[in-house]
């Protein structure tokens, strides 16, 4: 069974930490308040490195160059930390602090994405006036482009819905202001703003180019609905898909893309990227990058990975199976040398918190807790971490956030699985246009790091450790 201990610890112990990290904004836009937090950022930046270069802060091992990088650390990111054992903090502020902190969309309770994203930015919790401000901003910003809409158009609806994302939103570079003032030739210190600009225009449009995609694939000769300028981001993202009539499914999104949202820089799609945006390459180029690394099975497919593996237990054991039934099926995966989608993390090592905070969500809604999908996700999680520690591989044999989140949008009416990622992808957005903005504005370089060949490593082990054979 899953302990909700790790839940009422953590906000036990983040009660410090919200007093430490929260800050009231003042009236001031976005765009302002990122303005006046800036230069402290920069001059702390200058510091570390006037101060604090040649400074050593751990060792790099064999297994971290041959293991993917686990464990190193070697990123600057400051949106957002993972603990291995609470999970992430955003700013300091856990998830129930979230929960309670960040303003919802009127006449909801969960938490929004323009909240979210201005912690993100700023660190600080907006008033509910700047978030509704946010919110009209996006939402006048947020029609495509018609060639990108005759583009979309144009794909096969055989193409998966990610590779159509990422080709969409790497289409919208034809606006990048970046790019245009790079060409013109603008000072370092200014590259920020053209960046954050062409972030949230990129922020903006998403709905649309993601619902575009949902309806071509999906529901082909529907009428799209226009943005409703009264609406929060997903508020209309909902909407747009076709399912704004139904309140919970519009709150389940809220909260959804809030807690996708950022989960540090190491994560595959964030380090993308960082990575590419390194380059200077415009927010859009960057962000269609990442969006190809959230596209695997390992990271963010898994979600739509999961919904496969629990139809094809279902339809091979029927509606209603038991604990014993799940084992068995449990074993036969990992038999057959696969892994159980929704299950282990690369640095996790407790149940994540966002599993528990959608789960929780299922928990306050009937609907909910009497649907087979989702009955099947919670049996699944009480006996998948017995069976993995028994296997014995995984490091971390608890849910991760994909053992749930697609479940819900399948009882809720959205049933094409392959279209879950690209929820994923229009959440993940919060965190990488954070980290373009503040790269471009912290002057960080271009990233690239030492590789090394085995024989290289061996040569390096053998210099360091003499008396080994
Ligand atoms: C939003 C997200 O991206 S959350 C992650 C979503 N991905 C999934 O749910 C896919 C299933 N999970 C996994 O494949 C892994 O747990 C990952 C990719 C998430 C993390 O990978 P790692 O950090 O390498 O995990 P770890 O160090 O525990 O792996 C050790 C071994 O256990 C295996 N293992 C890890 N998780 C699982 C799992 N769920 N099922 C079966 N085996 C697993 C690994 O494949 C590896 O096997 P190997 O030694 O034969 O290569
Ligand atoms: O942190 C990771 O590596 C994967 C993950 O859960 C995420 O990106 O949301």
Redesign the pocket.
């Given at each position: 069974m899953l302990s909700r201990s790790l839940f009422t610890t953590s906000i036990k112990r983040s009660a410090a930490a919200r007093v430490a990290s929260t800050r009231y904004a003042s009236t001031k836009t976005l765009k302002e308040t990122l303005q006046e937090v800036i230069p402290a950022k920069q001059e702390q930046l200058k510091k570390l490195k006037a101060e604090h270069s040649q400074a050593v802060i751990g060792d790099v091992k064999v297994e971290n160059i041959i293991g993917?990088m686990?464990g190193l650390k070697a990123m600057l990111w400051e949106s957002s930390v993972l603990d291995p054992s609470e999970g992430i903090r955003f700013h300091g502020l856990s998830i129930p602090d979230c929960q309670e902190k960040l303003t919802p969309a009127p006449g909801g309770k969960e938490i929004i994405a323009e909240s979210m994203l201005w912690l993100l930015m700023t660190g600080q919790v907006p008033t509910t006036e700047q978030t509704r401000q946010l919110s009209k901003e996006l939402a006048e910003k947020g029609e495509l482009p018609a060639f990108v809409e005759q583009l979309l158009d144009s794909l096969p609806k055989t193409l998966h819905p990610m590779t159509q994302l990422g080709i969409g939103v790497a289409a919208l570079n034809h606006d990048s202001a970046f790019q245009a003032a790079y060409e013109k030739g603008i000072k370092k210190s200014e590259y920020w703003t053209y960046a954050f600009d062409d972030c949230i225009n990129l922020l903006a449009r998403l709905p649309a180019l993601a619902a575009r995609i949902y309806r071509n694939v999906y529901k082909p000769g529907t009428e799209l609905p226009k943005i409703d300028k009264e609406l929060d981001l997903v508020g209309n993202y909902t909407r747009m898909l076709g399912f704004g009539d139904n309140q919970n499914m519009t709150e389940y999104l809220r909260l959804y893309i809030a807690l996708h949202g950022d989960?540090e820089g190491g994560?595959a799609s964030a380090h993308t990227a960082h990575l590419v945006g390194s380059t200077l390459a415009d927010p859009y180029i960057a962000y269609s990058a990442a969006l190809y690394a959230l596209a695997g099975?390992?990271?963010?497919l898994?979600n739509q990975?999961v919904l496969r593996w629990q139809q094809a237990m279902q339809k091979e054991l029927g509606e209603n199976v038991s604990h014993e039934q799940i084992k068995e099926y449990l074993w036969k995966t990992?038999k057959s040398g696969q892994?159980?989608?929704?299950?282990?993390?690369?640095v996790l090592r407790n149940p994540d918190p966002r599993f528990l905070a959608l789960q929780q969500f299922c928990e306050s809604r009937p609907e909910l807790m009497e649907s087979s999908t989702i009955q099947l996700v919670k049996k699944t999680s009480e006996v998948a971490p017995g069976v993995?520690m028994e296997?014995g591989?995984?490091?971390?044999p608890y849910p991760?956030?994909?053992a749930t989140s697609g479940c819900v949008l399948y009882h809720y009416g959205l049933t094409e699985y392959k279209y879950y990622t690209v929820i994923f992808g229009v959440s993940r957005a919060l965190g990488c246009i954070t980290q373009l903005t503040w790269a471009r504005a912290l002057g960080l370089p271009l990233e690239r790091p030492k590789s090394v060949s085995m024989g290289a490593l061996e040569q390096l082990v053998k210099s360091s450790w003499p008396n080994v054979a």
């Open positions: 993917g686990r989960h994560n099975p390992l990271h963010g898994a990975e990992l892994v159980v989608p929704g299950y282990g993390h690369g993995l296997h591989k995984t490091k971390n991760n956030v994909d």
